[in-house]
């Protein structure tokens, strides 16, 4: 879409009404969730979002005290997952809280809704210990409502809950009210959490267990939230499983998951899977920004479930696990195979008469191809543990030995080569220079790209002297 009919499309959508600009991003967010019209939906979110955070910077302060749905909802905010992501047991879709706040205001609560946002209205701008007794009050009122809804009692209920979403909405509902109800607990937790847990040995599962010990977050639908923000303090998110493993006093898989703390590794298991996917959608389209820090706690976490639990290969968990390591092994063996072709494709030492006048090295090309080099280079730090090790060896290996070889023969044929083809040659030898870099290091790279200034000064000289 051209830039105009971008223009065209944020103003027609700042015209609209904010109740029709939320009404949009709700079904667009939907339609992503579902795969439907992507590059529509993707585009209108877009601009709707930039519109709505542009109209939020132009409203006076307090920027989020004055809309009540962020009030009741702020609680949730460490379990919120966007659209589109796959979610575990102690997370909430984002894109539930918009249904859910919308049948409160029609059928849940719409009488005390009315009379809270009333109230927020007449509290002066600095009035925040009465704007944060109002969020309980409020968060209390929805969990109740949510509780009638979803809790026992007779009568078909399939109708109500339907008018609140489609099922996966109905299962936050559930989620969103039980979080809600223990909004003090869960403040409790956070205070007495360390702010970061780097190393978690002894002392700090101990802490932590300590932390945790509040009846109402012991629950079998209440302890995966709690778990999750303790999952937020953590350096290495996997050694959650020293919770489980430390509760069941072995790490015998069946006896850590006879525990309720057994689901524990289920989320780490989740959480792997899904870095896992990042890494591969990184990979696919080209972005090797975040590889490195991705394969890092690939292989850490991998490693660590192998070394500290005694999982079997026919489990549950064995099975995720082995699923979680072939794909990835899957994704990166894929491209590293793809890199040699690469390389030889640059620096291939090709025929005078066979490169036509003003041939040209992609500098683009060179530069990604350098990046799948340096992809290389760093998956040999983790090619054990991610089953990746021979051919990432072998990969590696075979790059040395050509692009050393290359090089030279491209230096060497500075020496003789036509005026014509000079240039190319020369960006060729560019090319092989920045490979040396990553391959053999600066030093190697600095020594190589000398030899390549004295052969094309010595053949400069030559021809004078002819």
């Not at 993707?42 to 409203?59: C, G, M, N, P, S």
């Not at 639908?221 to 937020?232: E, K």
Request: glycine share 6%.
């Amino acid at each position: 879409m051209s830039q105009t009919s971008i223009e065209r499309l944020r103003d027609y959508l700042a015209q609209l009404p904010p109740q029709a600009q939320a009404l949009l991003m709700r079904e667009f967010e939907r339609a992503l969730e579902r795969g439907q019209d992507t590059a529509v939906a993707t585009l209108v979110l877009d601009q709707l979002r930039k519109i709505v955070r542009k109209t939020e910077a132009d409203e006076a302060p307090p920027p989020r005290t004055d809309d009540l749905s962020r009030l009741l909802f702020q609680v949730l905010e460490p379990f919120l997952v966007e659209a589109g992501a796959p979610i575990r047991a102690g997370q909430i879709r984002r894109s539930s809280l918009a249904p859910i706040w919308q049948w409160l205001g029609r059928d849940g609560a719409p009488a005390k809704l009315n009379e809270f946002e009333a109230a927020l209205a007449r509290m002066p701008a600095d009035s925040s210990g009465q704007v944060e007794a109002l969020a309980s009050k409020l968060q209390a009122v929805a969990a109740d409502a949510i509780f009638e809804l979803t809790g026992p009692g007779g009568g078909d209920k399939s109708r109500a809950l339907a008018r609140v979403g489609p099922p996966n909405v109905i299962e936050d509902l559930y989620s969103t009210g039980a979080v809600l109800a223990v909004r003090d607990a869960i403040a409790t937790l956070n205070e007495k959490l360390p702010r970061s847990l780097r190393a978690f040995g002894d002392a700090q599962i101990a802490s932590v267990t300590a932390a945790l010990n509040i009846p109402v977050l012991q629950t079998p639908q209440m302890l995966p939230f709690a778990l999750s923000i303790v999952v937020q303090r953590m350096t290495a998110p996997w050694q959650i499983i020293r919770l489980a493993i430390k509760i069941a006093a072995s790490d015998d898989e069946i006896r850590v998951a006879a525990t309720p703390y057994g689901v524990a590794v289920t989320m780490a298991l989740h959480d792997l899977s899904c870095v896992a996917a990042i890494l591969r959608m990184d990979i696919k389209r080209g972005h090797f920004d975040n590889v490195a820090g991705n394969l890092k706690t690939l292989h850490d976490g991998v490693r660590g479930l192998r070394t500290e639990l005694d999982l079997r290969n026919d489990s549950a968990w064995g099975k995720q696990l082995t699923s979680i390591r072939a794909d990835i092994s899957n994704a990166l063996q894929s491209e590293i195979d793809s890199v040699p072709g690469r390389v030889r494709r640059i620096l291939r030492q090709r025929a005078e008469k066979d490169i036509p006048p003003g041939a040209r090295i992609d500098s683009t090309e060179v530069e990604e191809t350098v990046a799948l080099i340096d992809f290389v280079a760093t998956c040999r730090n983790y090619a054990s543990e991610l089953a990746i090790n021979e051919v990432t060896l072998r990969t590696y290996s075979d790059l040395q030995q050509y692009v050393e070889r290359s090089t030279e023969q491209l230096v060497q044929s500075l020496r003789g080569a036509d005026h014509k083809v000079r240039t190319y040659r020369q960006q060729q030898v560019q090319a092989a220079i920045r490979f040396c870099q990553v391959l053999f290091g600066d030093d190697y790279a600095s020594l190589m790209s000398r030899a390549a200034e004295n052969a094309a000064t010595g053949e400069r000289k030559s021809s004078r002297a002819s």
